[in-house]
């Protein structure tokens, strides 16, 4: 049973959803700490003048952050940030292609008033997954699994909680995970492959790593063709120490 653990993120990138794809259970690691300048409560968009952040304002207490898990991190409602997000989206892409598709659920989660920021990003990810044809992926909290330790030990407890055999994390992991320990308890590594096709952005020059929505309004039902659906026989690349008997992926998103 393959699993991926990734922390959650604020409407992600394509890299993000082919995760979910190749998952048979994907676990929202929302129980470390929360990064400040991570992607849990931002992302990019595309404008004529570039890449823009979208960022959901947060509770901030300096002194507390830096120990806060993610699940904990509570949304800054003094300003209306929701409907500027909206309205900001729609400005940019009203128009594309696809845009109209998607609007009713832009809307639908725009009009929510989340107390905490995992409930709604968690949410929201698992709405698009849907969109993008992933409808009976098995989801699951990790704040939910009461897995302790640190760094590969807790992701191991998470791994043998929901039963996987495989594991599925981003390159970059490598430079930290300990294989070592996953394989003497049976579980095999796998790396993903994050080189995808360019497709059309209505604001040249191209930038593979903005967020899922521009792919969306500008592709339609045809995404996931510029994500698993192309580049299926690579995705995966299994690790090399293959003799030797992680946390989720701290790569972009």
């Not at 400005?91 to 998607?102: D, F, I, M």
Request: net charge positive; glycine share 6%.
């Amino acid at each position: 049973m393959k699993c991926v653990v990734l922390q959650p993120s604020y409407v992600p990138w394509r890299g993000y959803f082919h995760q979910i794809h190749l998952a048979d259970v994907f676990v929202f690691y929302d129980d470390v700490q929360y990064d400040a300048r991570g992607w849990r409560n931002r992302n990019r968009v595309k404008t004529p003048q570039g890449t823009r952040w979208l960022s959901i304002p947060v509770i901030r207490k300096r002194h507390q952050l830096d120990r806060t898990p993610i699940h904990e991190i509570r949304i800054n409602w003094d300003r209306p940030w929701n409907r500027k997000h909206l309205a900001t989206l729609r400005h940019l892409y009203g128009g594309t292609p696809h845009y109209e598709k998607y609007f009713a659920l832009l809307a639908e989660f725009y009009a929510r008033h989340d107390v905490f920021l995992a409930d709604f990003t968690i949410d929201f990810t698992v709405a698009i997954a849907a969109e993008l044809g992933l409808k009976n992926k098995r989801f699951v909290r990790s704040s939910s699994l009461g897995a302790s330790g640190r760094k590969t030990e807790r992701l191991l407890q998470i791994l043998k909680a929901v039963g996987a055999d495989e594991y599925v994390t981003g390159p970059s992991a490598s430079a930290y995970l300990d294989e070592r320990l996953l394989r003497q308890h049976g579980i095999s590594i796998a790396y993903m492959d994050y080189r995808y096709p360019e497709y059309e952005q209505r604001y040249p020059p191209y930038d593979p790593h903005v967020t899922i929505l521009d792919l969306l309004f500008m592709t339609g039902p045809k995404a996931a063709q510029y994500i698993w659906g192309i580049n299926e026989p690579r995705e995966l690349v299994p690790s090399p120490d293959a003799a030797c008997p992680g946390e989720g992926d701290k790569s972009r998103k």
